[in-house]
């Protein structure tokens, strides 16, 4: 039996231990303002925001298609 780890885009996993745990990453969208992110989005870039804006990013389900 294989156990396969899953978790989204917006976990806070180091990118080595993704790479040595083989963790599988599913994009979903990050919605800052008008601006929306799936792949280039960090805890840092969403604490700049909510910093400058004081308000909290949105997530979006992915569609059947994603």
Do not use: Q, W
Request: hydrophobic letters at 30%; a negative charge.
């Amino acid at each position: 039996m294989k156990i396969v780890i899953t978790s989204d885009n917006t976990c806070d996993i180091p990118p080595e231990l993704i790479k040595k745990h083989d963790i599988k990453i599913t994009s979903i969208p990050v919605i800052m303002g008008d601006e929306e992110y799936r792949d280039n989005i960090n805890g840092e870039k969403i604490f700049d925001y909510v910093s400058k804006t004081g308000t909290l990013p949105k997530t979006a389900a992915l569609s059947e298609y994603d």
